[in-house]
Each structure stands twice: as structure tokens, then as C-alpha cells.
T-cell receptor
Framework: AQTVTQSQPEMSVQEAETVTLSCTYD???????LFWYKQPPSRQMILVIR????KQQNATENRFSVNFQKAAKSFSLKISDSQLGDTAMYFC?????????????????WGLGTSLAVNP | NAGVTQTPKFQVLKTGQSMTLQCAQD?????MYWYRQDPGMGLRLIYY???????DKGEVPNGYNVSRLNKREFSLRLESAAPSQTSVYFC???????????????FGEGSWLTVV
């Protein structure tokens, strides 16, 4: 079965410090895409970062970076210089396979989330 | 660029009433999804549509129906609402290709539904 596990239901960090959120997944597929989504109290789902499984280089987006370990099936999110606005629920997810122009459906597998509190 | 738009944002229903949640995307995406989110349970897939004219059940389809009216629109209907359907509902679409860096999931802002 394809699953995503986020082992830390809640975390906290002091403002300006660095925090790492863990995510492990299980799939027998070789091609897939991994995501981290942020859900602030407004409940909006916001894409934080995306990683293609066939790329060895870790994705980065400003203060957000991932540590992608394909063999270990691990996809952790590092937030540097944490800000109060980073307080949110963070979801790890992946979609199997590579979309083609026909738009064949790809299943989206989600973790249960990690609630991150950034303290002043 | 509006992205994914879903309406209504808030709704209170009485048990047994029916309603339809509307969702539209303007990104020419083929795949669209309806999720519900409940405390401690993450996102659960209700129904999805791989392309116009096709729909499939997800994890929790009971009590819901969907319609993929055209490529843009994917609606979710509660025929006879029950208190167990009190939840936040998200519509999403899945993008493809370059150059925007496809295979990205775009979400609507959510619809808060309370069934009393």
C-alpha cells in the first residue's frame, strides 16, 4: 500500500531558528512527485515546495528546503529563519507517476500533517 | 489568474437537506478532486475526475455524488445531508507539464459545511 507518514503531530520552534519536519513514504513506483503543503489557520492550502523523484538535487524555495532520500523514502522539510507566519499545519504528499497530456489520473497520497508553532 | 474557485465558502444545512458545492478551475487541468478535512484525519478523498466525462470514487464516497460538467467545473452534491458530513471541503486540480512546473496540486479556499 502507498502511504505517507508524518511522525511528528506537533512541533514548535523559536522565531529565527531552524526546524525540520519529517516525512516518510512507501511506494513501489519509481516515478513520483513529492510535495509539502502549508495550511495556516485560514485553512487555505498553500504549496510550499515540490520535488521530482527522478531528480537527485534537493529542491529549495527561499527559506524552505527539502532533504530527499529516495532509497530511504524520506522527504523532510527544513525551514530556516522561522517566522511567525510559518505557524501552520504542514502536509506531506506524493503523486505517483508522471502526468501526460491526456491528464491520466494520478492518486494523491497524503500524510496526516504536522502542526508547527513558531514562538516569538 | 483565479486558480481554483469553490462556492459557497460557508453553509449551514439541516439534516436531510440537499446542496451542491461548486468548483471551477481556469488552468485547463484535466484532473480534479474533492476532499474533506476533519480534525485529526487529514485530507480524505471523496471523488475524483481524471478528465471531462469521467468520475471515480475515492476513500469516502458514501453520501455524495459528483458531476464533471465540463473541463472547468466539478461539483459535489450532498443529496441528504447528515451531521457526519459536517466538515471542511476542498476542491483541487492537478496541473501538468511545463513551463509552470506541472504536477502541482492547486486547491480552492475551502467550504465550511455544518449539518445540524
Amino acid at each position: 500500500a502507498q502511504t505517507v507518514t508524518q511522525s511528528q503531530p506537533e512541533m514548535s520552534v523559536q522565531e529565527a531558528e531552524t526546524v525540520t519536519l519529517s516525512c516518510t513514504y512507501d511506494t513501489s513506483e519509481n516515478n513520483y512527485y513529492l510535495f509539502w503543503y502549508k495550511q495556516p489557520p485560514s485553512r487555505q492550502m498553500i504549496l510550499v515546495i515540490r520535488q521530482e523523484a527522478y531528480k537527485q538535487q534537493n529542491a529549495t524555495e527561499n527559506r524552505f528546503s527539502v532533504n530527499f532520500q529516495k532509497a530511504a523514502k524520506s522527504f523532510s522539510l527544513k525551514i530556516s529563519d522561522s517566522q511567525l507566519g510559518d505557524t501552520a499545519m504542514y502536509f506531506c504528499a506524493f503523486t505517483i507517476g508522471r502526468l501526460d497530456n491526456a491528464g491520466n489520473n494520478r492518486k494523491l497520497i497524503w500524510g496526516l500533517g504536522t502542526s508547527l508553532a513558531v514562538n516569538p | 489568474n483565479a486558480g481554483v474557485t469553490q462556492t459557497p465558502k460557508f453553509q449551514v444545512l439541516k439534516t436531510g437537506q440537499s446542496m451542491t458545492l461548486q468548483c471551477a478551475q481556469d488552468m485547463n487541468h484535466n484532473s480534479m478532486y474533492w476532499y474533506r478535512q476533519d480534525p485529526g484525519m487529514g485530507l480524505r478523498l471523496i471523488y475524483y475526475s481524471a478528465s471531462e466525462g469521467t468520475t471515480d470514487k475515492g476513500e469516502v464516497p458514501n453520501g455524495y455524488n459528483v458531476s464533471r460538467l465540463n473541463k472547468r467545473e466539478f461539483s459535489l452534491r450532498l443529496e441528504s445531508a447528515a451531521p457526519s458530513q459536517t466538515s471542511v471541503y476542498f476542491c483541487a486540480s492537478l496541473g501538468t507539464g511545463v513551463p509552470s512546473g506541472g504536477n502541482t496540486i492547486y486547491f480552492g479556499e475551502g467550504s465550511w459545511l455544518t449539518v445540524v
